[in-house]
């Protein structure tokens, strides 16, 4: 009978080295989703823009406002949006205090919206993706 840390052998390697792989393994496929997640919010942006201008179309052809699609998301953000413009904030800065934060997205002084970023700090603080440092959040490699 073996022990974990006695004698097993994880692919060539000690335990450690075994764990250290797979959290290089896990961080790249990671990145890979989040770079995928980039893309496609990219691809969505491009598409509403072309969804403003038929609309901008439409209402300068007609002279009437153009009709809201049905279950189109123009009412307001979609859940987590706020999240993914605050993290890329982040990750294009070289670290942020909230006030920082508030101030580039437009938001000092709007006290839901102050509350919207408050939350989304939290969570992707605790989803791993952005560290504290100094009074500054910074993006998680």
Known sequence: MSDVHEGSNFGGGNFSEFISRERDRLRAEREQVFNQQEELKRRLDAINREFAAVDAYETAKTG???RQAAGSRQQGA???????????LIRQSDGLSRGEILERMGLKG?????????NAL?????SNQVFRDGGKYRAAM
């Open 64 to 66: 009437k406002a153009a």
């Open 122 to 126: 939290t969570a992707l603080t605790k």
């Open 78 to 88: 979609r859940r987590g949006s706020r999240r993914e413009a605050l993290l890329e």
């Open 110 to 118: 709007d006290k839901s919206g102050e509350m919207s970023v408050s």
